[in-house]
């Protein structure tokens, strides 16, 4: 990804992000978003998830708590107290990406560690995999529509603008190569 594009998912997610200033032997965020900026907001519109799951239980158990403050009744405040202990439920600490790549021609999102909660842990997994599917089909370079190419060693979605460019600049390459008598495969 662009160093652009990349910064501006730094800044706006910098808790994600956290570990992209540590050495190679901590984290392999140290590479950076490893991936086309055709994806850009793929990996945007994920990490926004990931926010609001971290933060949306605080922002209900601070709203609950004002709620239960103003209640009339001890009804009303046992109601309110009981959406409090729910939320807390749902706390999770904070989420840190340690690679994000492309692999297998697809978007790849690893975490340093998943929420202990089986249900919270499950949106994790789940938001994590609709970007991955999402980069199936979406052309890597320029975020346009795309598939999944299977006919080369190496596998990549591309949208068919990008295919073809792709296909002039090695054909181009190989030329300049056999001009220079570089020996370089078959060709």
Not at 52 to 58: A, R, S
Not at 90 to 96: D, G, H, M, T, V
Not at 144 to 169: D, F, M
Request: hydrophobic share 35%; glycine share 4%.
């Amino acid at each position: 990804m662009n160093k652009n594009l990349q910064a501006k998912l730094y800044e706006s997610y910098p808790n994600i992000f956290r570990q992209k200033d540590l050495s190679a032997q901590e984290t392999a965020m140290c590479w950076g978003i490893a991936c086309g900026a055709g994806w850009y907001n793929i990996v945007d519109v994920l990490c926004m998830h990931l926010r609001y799951l971290i933060d949306e239980p605080h922002k209900n158990i601070k709203m609950y708590t004002e709620w239960s403050n103003k209640a009339s009744s001890k009804a009303e405040i046992k109601k309110y107290q009981s959406y409090i202990d729910l939320e807390k439920q749902k706390i999770i600490p904070q989420l840190e990406a340690v690679q994000v790549k492309e692999k297998y021609g697809t978007l790849r999102f690893y975490l340093h560690q998943y929420p202990s909660n089986e249900v919270v842990s499950a949106k994790v997994r789940e938001v994590i995999s609709f970007a991955e599917s999402m980069s199936a089909c979406t052309c890597e370079l320029c975020g346009r529509p795309g598939t999944l190419n299977t006919g080369s060693s190496w596998l990549s979605v591309r949208c068919p603008t990008c295919r073809v460019e792709e296909k002039e600049a090695r054909l181009e390459f190989f030329r300049e190569a056999q001009q220079l008598k570089i020996p370089f495969g078959d060709k």
